[in-house]
């Protein structure tokens, strides 16, 4: 579940030749904090949550210092599908997060930003034919063959930048191809993801 629960229980005794009752109660809390471990370079990430203000400076101000640049590519946009967001630039073409959304961030030095928000509810990322940047808007991990369930028929291939392994950052997975060849198994939440369709289709993630 994408929510931390916890259960109690108690059981009230025997009394004046009533049965016993049994009282289950459930607690509902936030999930743990999230945040984004960046590595000196660029970093291929999402944002999982909803913040109360979805500005880019406001999201990134706790590293604001250490940001160069943040790119989002918008398939639906073919004629100029690269967004850009540049500290202090006052043409930026990139200003708000969306959790459905991949993004490259590049930091001058390893960083972490906590990341702060609501839970989104269920969502659908539209997909158009050819790349997509997309994020992954749950809280939890799943497999990938689980996560791209609404698209099956369309994937040709997705790819991972795992900024932390410096000698094999690139993870794929093609659906179909030997085992030993996949080394991208599951989305996560925080990560960014190219995925490659072969038409325009929507992702449903639950």
Known sequence: PDVNVWQGTSLASRERGQPAQLT????????????????????????PLLPENPSLEAV???IADLVLGVWAYDSADAASPWKVYVPGSPV???????????????VSQDATLPLQGSVPGPQTIALHS???????????????????????????????????????PWNRYVPGAPAWTIT????????GYWIMVDRNCSLVLP
């Not at 930026?92 to 590049?106: A, F, H, M, Q, V």
Request: hydrophobic share 45%; glycine share 6%.
């Open 24 to 47: 289950i109660s459930y607690f509902i809390g936030a999930p743990a904090p999230t945040v984004l471990a960046l590595r000196q370079g660029h970093n291929m990430v999402s944002f």
């Open 60 to 62: 990134l101000a706790p």
């Open 92 to 106: 930026n073409s990139l200003t708000t997060i969306d959790p459905r959304w991949g993004y490259w961030i590049e």
């Open 130 to 168: 050819g790349w997509n940047l997309i994020g992954f808007p749950c809280q939890s991990e799943r497999g990938i063959a689980q996560a791209l369930a609404s698209i099956a028929d369309h994937v040709t291939i997705a790819w991972h930048f795992d900024a932390a392994d410096p000698i094999d």
């Open 184 to 191: 991208l198994d599951k989305l996560a939440p925080t990560r």
